[in-house]
């Protein structure tokens, strides 16, 4: 058991067998809590001894007759416990088994805090990473949340293709990115309410280069270059800056060319109308092939009930 720093209540987080019939915590709450809040591991040879657990439920299904409850902690702070049970037809705990639990719990705790250390950085990464981001888009005013929206739909569609654990990390990362080399586009063409001309428009395609740029330089964010660098290469090789196609783009950027694509087509412009979900689909799907990842397009479609719910959410 794990305590929630919001909360600072005990929750199950692993248990052995992994599943427990219906309605059972599968520990005993009250020893649980009496050793975190004491502050020491604690044995408990007889259930049936201790008069605070008469009419715990714990005792009375008969699950359990001797416990061990084990802090974890570290000489910063008490993260929670490791509760063992024996049943009735068991031998009870000894002092020795409390001792050798208590030893584990010390020796576990030290990696389950570097552990929550490093996701707290991740998250605090995350959070500043995508300040950034809208910090850049603010410049736009046409844009509103099309960082935050593009990211959410580049993770849709990255559970449905099963990505692994760090390209979804990497999508976390980079798709709030992915624009951040507008930053050093002229206001002039950033910010036009028309349509672009020829010439602004090579310019504004720059934003590439300039994102993929400031991200090199960054340590820790070489990983996502390809998202910034990327996200407009087409799969028949004709989009820019690179002219890749196929799998010379990295999958994380074609990804994210889908779920970019959608969101321009489904966003208001000063020089147009937003597209209707509908037809942006048809649109997506039309292109598979040629513009886009045929997978990729396939995962769009496969999530689309669920992009389509959180476009009436907005």
């Given at each position: ?161 099963q990505v692994p654990h760090g390209e979804r990390h990497q999508l976390q990362i980079g798709t709030p990115l992915h624009d951040i080399g507008k930053i050093g586009i002229d206001d002039a063409i950033l910010r036009k309410p028309g349509k672009l001309t020829p010439d602004e428009f090579d310019t504004m395609k ?109």
């Amino acid at each position: 058991l794990l305590v929630e720093p919001d909360t600072d209540q005990l929750l199950l987080k692993a248990s052995v067998p992994p599943s427990l019939p219906h309605n059972q915590k599968g520990y005993s709450k009250t020893l649980a809590e009496r050793c975190f809040r004491h502050g020491e591991s604690l044995l408990c040879q007889d259930v049936h001894a201790d008069e605070a657990l008469h009419g715990a439920r714990s005792v009375k299904q008969g699950a359990m007759a001797s416990v061990v409850c084990a802090l974890l902690r570290t000489p910063r702070k008490r993260l929670g416990l490791l509760h063992l049970d024996r049943g009735p037809l068991q031998q009870p705990f000894t002092e020795s088994e409390l001792h050798l639990a208590d030893a584990i719990a010390a020796s576990v705790a030290v990696g389950i805090e570097c552990a929550q250390v490093v996701e707290q950085q991740r998250e605090q990464f995350v959070q500043t990473v995508t300040t950034l981001a809208r910090a850049v888009e603010m410049r736009d005013q046409h844009t509103g949340d099309h960082t935050k929206r593009v990211t959410n739909y580049a993770l849709l569609l990255a559970d449905s293709l099963q990505v692994p654990h760090g390209e979804r990390h990497q999508l976390q990362i980079g798709t709030p990115l992915h624009d951040i080399g507008k930053i050093g586009i002229d206001d002039a063409i950033l910010r036009k309410p028309g349509k672009l001309t020829p010439d602004e428009f090579d310019t504004m395609k720059t934003h590439t280069l300039k994102g993929a740029d400031i991200i090199e330089k960054i340590g820790g964010l070489h990983t996502v270059v390809p998202i910034v660098r990327h996200h407009h290469e087409r799969w028949d090789g004709t989009g820019y800056p690179d002219g890749l196609g196929r799998d010379q783009i990295a999958l994380t950027a074609r990804i994210v060319a889908v779920a970019d694509a959608f969101d321009a087509m489904t966003s208001h412009r000063p020089y147009r109308p937003a597209m209707p979900a509908q037809l942006a689909f048809l649109e997506i799907l039309s292109k598979a092939g040629t513009h886009f990842d045929p997978t990729c397009v396939q995962a769009l479609l496969g999530v689309r009930p669920k992009i389509e719910s959180m476009m009436k959410q907005a």
